[in-house]
């Protein structure tokens, strides 16, 4: 497209229809967007922001209106990251950038590269709506309020470490009562002080119960008096959350009395300045002292009175008990007539017992020579009974002996020997014969078998012992039968 084609197609003359040249919708888009870029390259807009959606890539998208009109805008998120005043629905903003145009929706919009509240009143509105959001949340509620501790060990201040702000607090507890104090220097208003604020909270928080640098036991977030622009950065959702977030009691000291932000509806005590913080952190060490001489006087007096009264009723009850002699008068009479009953009754228990003690003794008496007899008895069967054990245990040890020599006997006895087909040889008068040279002919013998005896006579000549015996017949005893 030419040049002269451009002027002629947005100067709102007539073409001819024969010169009408053909455009591209990404042309006419294009033209139309570079024309609005250059007229409009920088403006401020002020309208009420409604539709502010937050989309998961940082970027804002958002609509400025006024009663007549409504112009849609976008912030990116590089911007969005930077703004001081974070876009809300329903408040009132003057918005500074450029205005554009988004081919794919043939819609212009403003980009946004500065957001700032339209005065003092939409700073007041912004504030309303944020206070009821919390609200509805319950951060303000009474019921998450913790006590402060009666005397802390270490107080831990969040504040400017320059100004005059620390300088009195540190003056009012060195006043009061001296504590150990722990300082986190941030930035009290500007962009930066909201972060600052709120990683001071929660750094104390992070600090370890004991140690060299021990978690503080209550916290003082302090700040002077000023505009309500500077005293925006409490007000802020970072730091509310922080302070509701926090464990350690926190006392919110920041502007004058009449000043009011969102960190005092949350915080656990709100105090009008940071010298009243300071004295609402610890009590008044010389009140303290004569708070506990007080008591300590009044227990010395109360127990002074008591005792008083203990010793008026001791006395008053000794008033009131009869005389000694007359508690005494009737026991000692008592003990003198038992005493005078004590020896006729000594006497008549003595002789009671010497006559039961005689009975005794007579059915106990008998004669030394009873009791010799008696011993004598008891002696012998004494003895007796050992004796027969003795007999009894001998008898036994005899029994077993007879037994094993009656089996050794058996044992070796000639008897078992003729049960194996033996036979005993006896000559006359029983005269044994061991040997065949031992023999007499026609010698009357007796052979004694395991069954019985028989006898026989023994013929032929005696046996040459001295002659070799021959090969054939055996030499010796001859044939009994």
Not at 34 to 48: I, L, N, P, S, T
Not at 208 to 234: C, K, M, N, T, Y
Not at 343 to 352: C, D, E, G, H, T
Not at 384 to 405: E, F, K, N, W
């Amino acid at each position: 497209m030419s040049e002269t084609d451009s002027v002629s197609l947005f100067s709102g003359g007539e073409p001819r229809q024969a010169n009408v040249v053909e455009f591209s919708v990404s042309e006419i888009s294009n033209a139309i967007k570079r024309m609005v870029e250059d007229g409009f390259a920088y403006v401020r807009v002020r309208g009420e922001l409604s539709g502010v959606k937050r989309h998961s890539s940082g970027h804002i998208y958002l609509d400025l209106k006024d009663d007549k009109a409504s112009l849609a805008g976008v912030i990116w998120s590089r911007t969005a990251r930077a703004l001081r005043v974070q876009p809300e629905n329903g408040i009132e903003v003057i918005a500074t950038g450029r205005i554009t145009t988004y081919p794919g929706q043939s819609k212009y919009q403003i980009v946004i590269d500065q957001l700032q509240l339209a005065g003092l009143g939409a700073l007041m509105q912004q504030l309303e709506l944020r206070r009821k959001a919390f609200a509805a949340e319950g951060l303000f509620d009474e019921a998450h309020k913790k006590p402060l501790p009666f005397l802390p060990e270490v107080i831990g201040v969040i504040t400017s470490p320059t100004g005059a702000v620390i300088r009195d607090i540190l003056h009012r507890l060195g006043d009061r009562f001296p504590r150990r104090v722990l300082v986190w220097p941030v930035a009290v208003q500007g962009e930066k002080s909201a972060a600052e604020v709120a990683a001071a909270i929660e750094g104390f928080n992070a600090l370890p119960a004991e140690g060299q640098i021990r978690r503080p036991d209550v916290l003082i977030v302090a700040r002077g008096g000023g505009s309500i622009e500077d005293l925006w950065s409490f007000n802020e959702e970072i730091v509310v959350r922080a302070a509701f977030a926090s464990t350690i009691p926190l006392i919110s000291a920041v502007g004058h009395e009449t000043d009011t932000t969102l960190i005092d509806h949350v915080s656990d005590r709100r105090a009008p300045t940071p010298t009243a913080a300071a004295e609402m952190a610890v009590p008044v060490r010389a009140d303290l002292m004569r708070h506990v001489q007080r008591d300590g006087d009044r227990l010395e007096a109360a127990r002074e009175r008591l005792f008083q009264l203990a010793r008026q009723r001791f006395t008053d009850l000794a008033r009131a008990l009869p005389r000694r002699d007359a508690i005494l008068a009737i026991p000692r009479q008592r003990f003198d007539l038992a005493a005078s009953k004590l020896a006729s009754a000594l006497v008549i228990m003595v002789q009671r017992q010497h006559t039961r003690f005689e009975r005794a003794a007579a059915a106990l008496t008998v004669t030394p020579l009873q009791q010799a007899a008696r011993r004598h008895q008891e002696r012998v069967r004494e003895v007796s009974d050992r004796m027969g054990l003795a007999v009894r245990r001998h008898l036994g040890d005899l029994t077993q002996t007879l037994s094993a020599q009656g089996k050794l006997l058996e044992t070796l006895s000639y008897k078992t020997t003729l049960s194996r087909g033996y036979a005993f040889v006896a000559g006359l008068k029983d005269r044994l014969i061991r040997r065949a040279a031992d023999i007499t002919p026609g010698e009357h013998l007796t052979l004694t078998f395991a069954d019985g005896n028989a006898s026989v006579t023994a013929d032929g000549d005696a046996p040459d012992t001295k002659k070799p015996r021959s090969k054939g017949k055996p030499v010796g005893q001859g044939d009994l039968f």
